[in-house]
C-alpha cells in the first residue's frame, strides 16, 4: 500500500509570519488598495504602470521573506504521506522550505507570461517587470498573476487531488474566494479534513478539526499529530 495522501491547501495567512500581508484581515492588503485597481484584466488596460508597480511591491517583499515554520512543517509531511501542496499564494515559500509538489492556483510573482499566448511563461530576474519587458513572441509581458474575473486554469487538478487526499489540511485561507474555496468540497466523506487558522471558519466548514491558532503553531501541532497517527513509518526508516 502506497503512502496516505495528504493535501494541504493554503492561503495568505501561511505565510503571514513570513512578513507578507494577508488580504482580508483588518491591515490586509485590500484595505490599502482597490481590487479594481491592481488586480482585474480592467485594470491592467487602464493603467498597466498601475498594476505593473502593485505587483513589483509583492515581488519585492517576497525575495525578502523567509519561508517560516508553517512551510517547513509541511514540507516536513512528505517523510510520513504523499503530500500535494494547492496554494493560493502567489509566494514561492512552500518551494523554498522543501515541498516537492506546489500547485500555485493564483500564479506565481516570480514568473511573467506573453500578452499575446499565455502559455509562454518566462522568469523575472529581479524585482521588477517593466513596460517595454516583452516576451520572446515580442508582446508586452504581464505578471503571471490569475486576476479576477480570469479563469483558474489549475482548478480541475487541484480538486482531483482534494477527491484523491486521506486528509486536508486547510491552513490560512478566508475561504472567500471562488472557485478556489470550493475545492473542500471535493473532498471524499471518508477523509478527514483539518483546519488552521486563528478566525472561526464559515459555516459550512463544521466538519473540520479546527486548530484555533497562528500557523506557525498550529501547523506544527497538527504535523506532530498526523504523525503520530498515520501508521506509517517515515521515509529513510530502516
Ligand atoms: N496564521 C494562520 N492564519 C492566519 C494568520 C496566521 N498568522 N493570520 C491571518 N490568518 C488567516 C485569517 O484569519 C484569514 O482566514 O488567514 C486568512 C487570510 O485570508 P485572506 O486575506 O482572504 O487570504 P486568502 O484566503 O489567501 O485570499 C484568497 O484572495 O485576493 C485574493 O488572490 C488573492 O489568493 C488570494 C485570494
Not at 500564479?107 to 520572446?136: F, Q
Not at 474575473?149 to 487538478?157: L, N, S, T, Y
Not at 487531488?161 to 486521506?166: H, M, P, R, S
Request: net charge neutral; hydrophobic share 40%.
Amino acid at each position: 500500500m502506497g503512502r496516505p495522501r495528504l493535501v494541504v491547501f493554503s492561503g495568505a495567512g501561511v505565510s503571514a509570519e513570513s512578513g507578507l500581508k494577508t488580504f482580508r484581515d483588518a491591515d490586509g492588503l485590500w484595505e490599502e488598495y482597490r481590487i479594481e485597481d491592481v488586480a482585474t484584466p480592467d485594470a491592467w488596460r487602464r493603467d498597466p504602470a498601475k498594476v505593473l508597480h502593485f505587483y513589483d511591491l509583492r515581488r519585492a517583499q517576497v525575495l525578502a521573506a523567509q519561508p517560516n515554520a508553517a512551510h517547513r512543517a509541511i514540507a516536513g509531511l512528505e517523510r510520513w504521506f504523499h503530500v500535494d501542496v494547492v496554494t493560493q499564494n502567489i509566494d514561492d515559500l512552500h518551494e523554498r522550505a522543501g515541498s516537492s509538489r506546489v500547485l500555485h492556483l493564483h500564479g506565481e510573482i516570480l514568473l511573467a507570461r506573453s500578452t499575446a499566448d499565455a502559455s509562454v511563461v518566462v522568469p523575472i530576474n529581479g524585482p521588477t517587470l517593466r513596460l517595454g519587458d516583452r516576451c520572446p513572441l515580442g508582446s508586452q509581458l504581464r505578471p503571471h498573476i490569475v486576476w479576477f474575473g480570469e479563469q483558474v486554469p489549475m482548478m480541475d487538478r487541484a480538486a482531483e487531488l482534494v477527491q484523491q487526499a486521506d486528509i486536508l489540511v486547510v491552513v490560512g485561507t478566508s475561504l472567500q474566494v471562488y472557485p478556489a474555496a470550493s475545492l473542500v468540497h471535493h473532498l471524499s466523506r471518508k477523509a478527514d479534513m483539518h483546519l488552521v487558522d486563528p478566525q472561526d471558519p464559515p459555516a459550512d466548514m463544521g466538519r473540520a478539526t479546527h486548530w484555533k491558532q497562528k500557523a506557525v503553531e498550529g501547523v506544527p501541532a497538527l504535523a506532530d499529530h498526523l504523525m503520530r497517527i498515520s501508521g506509517t513509518p517515515p521515509r529513510g526508516a530502516s
